[in-house]
């Protein structure tokens, strides 16, 4: 093969070593293959590059469903037409069936030199797809069994190699998807930061235009997550490159309609600054961020798990601390659907698209009810819960994933999550997030007024802190702008002493189920490993729900 100047590291270690090391002759790429990568000096389509790197062979072709035989030079098609003694006259087969046929008979002739074939199938998934031999067609099934006698057949490893390409790994046939087939599975990740500095450069050589070195720096920061195809077309649409912050929000919309259906892409406006109240956890999730933003993965968590009654501020802290990363954040959207196998692949595909995204933040929002434990009752969905609990125990406890996706648990009931999931290296951190005491009452008024830009005449919140006893941070949220919209009725400038007393008078508490949060602060309590993540107050905290469940 080719010695390439720029080789990404998933090439070098999953394609190009075991490939060298005669370990797999069939390989299946799946993930970012849409995309370019280098290829000497130059960026291609990854099609195009992948058959590049067999160029020393004479018989190198892909085959498509929509494009039939396709060869980079007609020296290429006739070295294959000699291989399958056909003239020059005779069609090539369009059908798939008929086209691995061919390729076997090449394969199996006498006369075929050693490590001369080299074939690329684009699109596999068309003539191979998922679902189960009850869904597949006789010719479909065929192929398929075909694919994998291959990649068991010593014959066809002296001779050829064979490479398959689909998007979604979750919509290939099971039998090429298995670990025992002898197809060697690899999963392409978006460009990591070197290789989308090096594709700008080359892009804005090319078009000869004058960038700031750093500008060139942010853009490839900001384009994290993205394609090099998606940072070219908005580098085509966009005049000015030394303007990198016009890059975020179309990113956030290219990623939107691309992972939409699966996947929502979190775009957090704060930082762990904008959060009031939570020391205890803001200086453990700093230092997780900074982790992160250096790349230290074997300090890094596999998980981090939010705990806590409703309205504590779980969520926000979530995106907060993401934001702090400077990494993408994204939250799952409902993968399950009526049709057999389609939840199972959905979430599949959403496992994927994590994979390519990375390094990433995923928030899991109410994951008492995402990961409930076995045996919480009968799901009467033919197994599909199981096969879901399935692959993500098999996920989220993926060690490589280490440093690069970091799982982000919201609970009320931790009690309900699988003990499999709560684990050490399913989840490493453990956060209490509880009903806020007087201090941190007063420290959150006190950094609303600057998340939300309001001024107040007040400059001690103690008199509001002590008045809301039982307020969670979103009912203090809504205290701040409810007096916001008093003082603006009469053009008064600032938030006066008076407005306060007035939102106060005005606030109808929502009925609270003391029992309920006492059972959550508990849990979240217990459930807690690490002295440093409990409140200050924690033994006080129990001391007074113990009380109240004497007097009851």
């Known amino acids: 093969m080719n010695a390439l100047s720029i080789v990404p590291k998933w090439m070098e270690e999953n394609f190009l070593d075991i490939y060298n090391s005669h370990a797999s002759h069939v390989f299946l790429l799946t993930g970012n293959i849409k995309d370019y990568i280098p290829i000497g000096n130059e960026f291609q389509p990854l099609e195009e590059a992948i058959m590049a790197l067999g160029a020393q062979r004479p018989i190198v072709f892909s085959f498509s469903l929509s494009t ?322 399935g692959q993500a125990f098999q996920f989220w406890g993926d060690q490589s994933l280490r440093g690069k996706v970091l799982r982000i648990d919201i609970t009320n009931r931790v009690d309900l999550i699988d003990p499999a999931m709560r684990r050490s290296g399913r989840t490493d951190i453990k956060i209490p997030i509880l009903m806020p005491d007087q201090t941190a009452r007063r420290q959150i008024l006190n950094v609303l007024m600057k998340k939300h830009g309001f001024k107040t005449e007040l400059t001690d919140f103690t008199t509001i802190a002590t008045r809301t006893d039982g307020f969670t941070g979103a009912d203090l949220e809504l205290l701040a702008t409810t007096a916001f919209r008093f003082s603006s009725r009469d053009n008064s400038p600032v938030i006066r002493e008076a407005d306060w007393m007035k939102a106060l008078d005005d606030f109808i508490p929502s009925a609270r189920d003391v029992a309920a949060i006492d059972q959550m602060t508990l849990l979240a309590l217990d459930e807690c490993r690490s002295r440093r993540l409990l409140p200050p107050n924690a033994d006080q905290i129990r001391a007074e729900i113990q009380q109240r469940g004497a007097r009851h």
């Open 68 to 389: 039939g035989f396709r060869f980079q030079s007609r020296e290429r098609e006739m070295a294959f037409r000699r291989a399958a003694s056909l003239d020059n006259r005779t069609p090539l087969p369009a059908q798939p069936h008929a086209a691995l046929a061919l390729l076997e008979r090449i394969i199996l002739n006498q006369k075929t030199p050693r490590r001369s074939v080299f074939a690329v199938f684009p699109y596999v998934e068309t003539i191979a797809p998922a679902g189960g031999s009850a869904y597949q067609s006789q010719e479909e099934r065929s192929i398929i069994t075909s694919l994998v006698r291959w990649a068991d057949d010593p014959i066809v490893a002296e001779k050829a190699v064979i490479v398959l390409l689909a998007e979604n790994l979750a919509d290939v046939a099971e039998p090429l998807r298995a670990s025992q087939s002898g197809i060697h599975a690899v999963q392409i990740p978006r460009p990591d930061s070197l290789s989308r500095e090096a594709f700008l450069r080359r892009f804005i050589e090319q078009k000869q235009r004058p960038v700031d070195p750093v500008s060139i720096m942010l853009i490839a920061e900001k384009s994290q997550g993205m394609t090099l195809r998606q940072i070219e077309d908005i580098l085509l649409r966009e005049r000015d490159f030394n303007e990198p912050s016009a890059i975020v929000s179309k990113k956030i919309e290219m990623l939107a309609k691309e992972y939409g259906d699966i996947l929502e892409i979190i775009e957090s406006h704060y930082g762990l600054d904008a959060v009031g109240g939570l020391e205890y956890a803001i200086q453990e999730l700093r230092e997780v961020a900074e982790l992160m933003r250096q790349q230290v993965i074997s300090a890094a968590p596999m998980g981090i798990m939010l705990m806590g009654p409703p309205g504590t501020g779980k969520s926000y802290l979530a995106e907060c601390f993401a934001k702090e990363c400077g990494l993408l954040c994204v939250k799952f959207k409902p993968l399950r659907q009526m049709y057999v196998g389609a939840s199972e692949r959905n979430q599949e595909r959403a496992f994927n698209a994590i994979r390519s995204l990375a390094p990433v933040v995923v928030v899991v929002d109410e994951s008492d009810q995402e990961e409930q434990a076995r045996g919480s009752g009968p799901s009467g969905d033919s197994g599909v819960s199981e096969r879901m609990r």
